[in-house]
């Protein structure tokens, strides 16, 4: 029918869109093999938050939302996901940013710095970032 041939193209111009955005940013199998080249940054990594204190500098990660391709009511795949990542330092560490962003550009993520803030009670900066993770269709 004419609505299925709408939705055929559709889908047909959300995955090229999709595909020539991706040509040089990295592409991941699933979220756990994104997570498995953040634990490379050489920092300490963990989601959400670290069992016991540790000292700066460190990193906490959150999946924030995914992208999803839908076909009869159901996912059929995920585009991408959007990871919310803040990078935890003493005071405001410029090396420690630096280093990171080298780290999120050589891996070819696509990522922005959104915020940095002051925590007084904990004396500690937090800088924020978004991170698009792809994966591969």
Request: hydrophobic share 40%; proline share 1%; glycine share 2%.
């Amino acid at each position: 029918s004419m609505t299925d041939a709408k939705i055929r193209l559709a889908l047909f111009y959300l995955y090229l869109r999709e595909a020539y955005t991706r040509r040089k940013q990295m592409t991941f199998k699933n979220y756990d093999d994104f997570v498995g080249l953040l634990e490379t940054c050489n920092f300490k990594v963990a989601e959400a938050d670290f069992s016991k204190p540790v000292e700066t500098p460190f990193i906490a990660y959150f999946k924030d939302e995914d992208k999803n391709v839908y076909a009869d009511g159901k996912v059929i795949f995920t585009l991408y996901s959007k990871i919310d990542i803040e990078l935890y330092t003493d005071r405001t560490d410029h090396a420690s940013e630096e280093k990171f962003a080298e780290w999120l550009n050589s891996n070819n993520l696509v990522w922005k710095k959104t915020n940095r803030a002051w925590i007084a009670a904990e004396k500690m900066c937090v800088s924020y970032y978004e991170v698009r993770v792809d994966y591969k269709i």
